[in-house]
């Protein structure tokens, strides 16, 4: 019994590679969707961000709940 062929086929090194590979790339798959942060709530994510409490907030001459009006374009020379 010491002639035996002890070289692998070619489909037997593939599934050797192939399975710890997708163990890998499943392994860190499911490290990234756990670790992910929690999503606001659908309601939460419809209401308007905080409004800014500093000094520069109650100087401006609109009111805060109505659109500013965007900044005038420039034209090139």
Request: proline share 10%.
């Amino acid at each position: 019994m010491s002639d035996m062929n002890s070289a692998l086929s070619v489909w037997q090194l593939v599934i050797i590679a192939v399975i710890p590979l997708a163990a890998l790339c499943g392994w860190i798959i499911t490290v990234f969707i756990v670790a992910r942060e929690p999503r606001a709530p659908a309601a939460a994510a419809a209401l308007p961000a905080a409004e800014t409490t500093d000094a520069t907030a109650g100087d401006r001459d609109q009111p805060m709940d109505e659109p500013m009006d965007p900044p005038a374009r420039r034209l090139a020379a």
